[in-house]
């Protein structure tokens, strides 16, 4: 074994409770620390007592030291057996090759110094020579009891030390030579030393991972960058929104499209997603407190979250703001709707967006409490004298003797609605007062309300 490891880079680690059913390793650290123990013993029955052993509690406190792990199993009958597991640490060239890895990767070292193990460092390892999981024939074994190859008490070791490495991957580390508070000291002096000479060490020779001009790593997150101890220049000043979203450009061209490509189509589709993008630099700027328009900071509330639009939805949103009849055609056709759906739809859009569609196009029950609360909502809003007569089916209170009709949507709001045509209407948009509401249907039309 190799002499390298540092005073004081020893945990021990207390008894773990027997493993009832399951895997012994979940992670991936501690699979393949399973894959090397079973391609390295010749004796699969051995394996098999081993595991026994470890699910039954038999193994006792770990020890892990560079280059080896040690604990006291219990057989059966209670014989107590010193067992060892010897692991290669790394050379002090090899550890250097290591640590100049992680530091010249900001996203190795932004995780190492956050205390988490990142799983890409072992692959960049391998591929720089470094093995930092055990393979075949590197797991060692020695136990009192004197048996060859790895005997139960050895490979019950083994089992118990994956459980370790679930929780706890810098247990590797610290077999191949490097306790955690050793290594993050290490990491932390190279990390300095790199962005106090410009992104690299005073022995370093520049190259394409250590030149981030001005000291800094292009293609990480300020986290990262920062985590690692790099100098950084300052964020640029935040965008500026336009009054209007930009003209998407013209796909008229001599060129013969594709076919089922139709120019005019994405031409419409550019321009709706620059509009969309508008609206969304605008309120990301107010949101944070930057100007709009270069003036003062807004101080806009935060937009409420909304659901995404299904497709159904959204080609309604399109076809409201569609100015061509035949792009409205096309999207009334792929929604599945008939013309006058799609006519009743962007009208309902057009007074609430999607929730306006949802209260059109889907029908809800409210449950016991949302009854009473309309009811007292609808008895509160007229003078005895004044109030129409309804009569209610799930959501939905029509005038008796008359064209109109309330809905009342999931977030409590009254929709006015008139029929016309055999078809009930959207006549408004929504209000919280059932009165004001049924006024707004009144006043879209003719109707007048009976006995």
Same mark, same amino acid.
């Given at each position: 074994?190799?002499?390298?490891?540092?005073?004081?880079?020893?945990?021990?680690?207390?008894?773990?409770?027997?493993?009832?059913?399951?895997?012994?390793?979940?992670?991936?650290?501690?699979?393949?620390?399973?894959?090397?123990?079973?391609?390295?013993?010749?004796?699969?029955?051995?394996?098999?007592?081993?595991?026994?052993?470890?699910?039954?509690?038999?193994?006792?406190?770990?020890?892990?030291?560079?280059?080896?792990?040690?604990?006291v199993v219990k057989d059966?009958?209670?014989?107590?057996?010193?067992?060892?597991?010897?692991?290669?640490?790394?050379?002090?060239?090899?550890?250097?090759?290591?640590?100049?890895?992680?530091?010249?990767? +900001?996203?190795?070292?932004?995780?190492? !110094? @956050?205390? /988490?193990?990142? &799983?890409?460092?072992?692959? $960049?390892? %391998? #591929?720089?020579?470094?093995?930092?999981?055990?393979?075949?024939?590197?797991?060692?074994?020695?136990?009192?009891?004197?048996?060859?190859?790895?005997?139960?008490?050895?490979?019950?070791?083994?089992?118990?030390?994956?459980r370790l490495l679930d929780?706890?991957?810098?247990?590797?580390?610290?077999?191949?030579?490097?306790?955690?508070?050793?290594?993050?000291?290490?990491?932390?002096?190279?990390?300095?030393?790199?962005?106090?000479?410009?992104?690299?060490?005073?022995?370093?020779?520049?190259?394409?991972?250590?030149?981030?001009?001005?000291?800094?790593?292009?293609?990480?997150?300020?986290?990262?960058?920062?985590?690692?101890?790099?100098?950084?220049?300052?964020?640029?000043?935040?965008?500026?929104?336009?009054? +209007?979203?930009?003209?998407?450009?013209? !796909? @008229?061209? /001599?060129?013969? &499209?594709?076919?089922?490509? $139709?120019? %005019? #189509?994405?031409?419409?589709?550019?321009?709706?997603?620059?509009?969309?993008?508008?609206?969304?630099?605008?309120?990301?700027?107010?949101?944070?407190?930057?100007?709009?328009?270069?003036?003062?900071?807004?101080?806009?509330?935060?937009?409420?979250?909304?659901?995404?639009?299904?497709?159904?939805?959204?080609?309604?949103?399109?076809?409201?703001?569609?100015?061509?009849?035949?792009?409205?055609?096309?999207?009334?056709?792929?929604?599945?709707?008939?013309?006058?759906?799609?006519?009743?739809?962007?009208?309902?859009?057009?007074?609430?967006?999607?929730?306006?569609?949802?209260?059109?196009?889907?029908?809800?029950?409210?449950?016991?409490?949302?009854?009473?609360?309309?009811?007292?909502?609808?008895?509160?809003?007229?003078?005895?004298?004044?109030?129409?007569?309804?009569?209610?089916?799930?959501?939905?209170?029509?005038?008796?003797? %008359?064209?109109?009709?309330?809905?009342?949507?999931?977030?409590?709001?009254?929709?006015?609605?008139?029929?016309?045509?055999?078809?009930?209407?959207?006549?408004?948009?929504?209000?919280?007062?059932?009165?004001?509401?049924?006024?707004?249907?009144?006043?879209?039309?003719?109707?007048?309300?009976?006995?």
């Open positions: 074994m190799s002499g390298y490891g540092h005073e004081g880079d020893e945990r021990t680690f207390a008894a773990l409770a027997p493993a009832r059913g399951g895997a012994f390793a979940r992670t991936w650290w501690g699979l393949a620390w399973l894959k090397a123990l079973e391609d390295t013993a010749l004796d699969g029955q051995q394996l098999k007592a081993g595991r026994r052993h470890a699910r039954a509690g038999a193994v006792g406190a770990v020890s892990v030291r560079p280059g080896r792990i040690t604990a059966r009958d209670g014989t107590a057996y010193r067992s060892d597991v010897l692991v290669r640490e790394f050379s002090e060239e090899e550890w250097q090759r290591l640590l100049d890895l992680a530091v010249d990767s +900001a996203g190795h070292i932004a995780a190492l !110094l @956050d205390r /988490e193990m990142p &799983p890409h460092l072992v692959e $960049d390892a %391998a #591929a720089a020579g470094l093995d930092l999981l055990p393979g075949i024939g590197d797991l060692d074994p020695e136990c009192g009891c004197e048996a060859w190859d790895h005997c139960p008490h050895t490979s019950a070791l083994c089992y118990q030390v994956a929780e706890d991957p810098f247990v590797l580390l610290l077999m191949r030579g490097r306790g955690e508070r050793t290594l993050l000291d290490q990491l932390q002096a190279r990390s300095a030393s790199r962005a106090a000479h410009g992104g690299r060490g005073a022995d370093d020779t520049p190259g394409a991972e250590a030149a981030g001009g001005a000291g800094g790593m292009p293609g990480v997150s300020a986290e990262e960058a920062y985590a690692a101890g790099f100098l950084v220049p300052p964020l640029p000043a935040p965008p500026v929104a336009h009054d +209007a979203p930009g003209r998407s450009p013209s !796909l @008229d061209t /001599e060129t013969e &499209p594709e076919p089922g490509v $139709d120019p %005019a #189509a994405l031409e419409f589709l550019a321009s709706d997603a620059a509009g969309r993008a508008h609206r969304m630099l605008v309120e990301a700027l107010a949101v944070g407190g930057a100007s709009v328009h270069g003036g003062s900071p807004a101080h806009a509330a935060p937009p409420a979250a909304t659901a995404p639009l299904t497709v159904a939805q959204d080609a309604v949103r399109l076809a409201a703001d569609s100015p061509m009849p035949w792009i409205t055609a096309r999207l009334t056709s792929g929604s599945g709707r008939t013309g006058s759906e799609m006519d009743l739809a962007t009208r309902a859009w057009g007074f609430g967006g999607a929730a306006a569609l949802a209260v059109l196009e889907e029908e809800w029950t409210p449950d016991t409490e949302a009854l009473a609360w309309a009811g007292t909502r609808l008895t509160e809003a007229w003078e005895d004298d004044e109030r129409p007569a309804l009569r209610r089916s799930g959501a939905r209170w029509t005038v008796v003797d %008359a064209e109109a009709q309330l809905r009342l949507g999931e977030d409590g709001r009254w929709w006015p609605f008139l029929k016309s045509g055999g078809r009930w209407s959207p006549a408004g948009p929504a209000d919280r007062d059932p009165a004001t509401a049924l006024a707004t249907a009144f006043a879209a039309g003719p109707t007048g309300v009976g006995g």
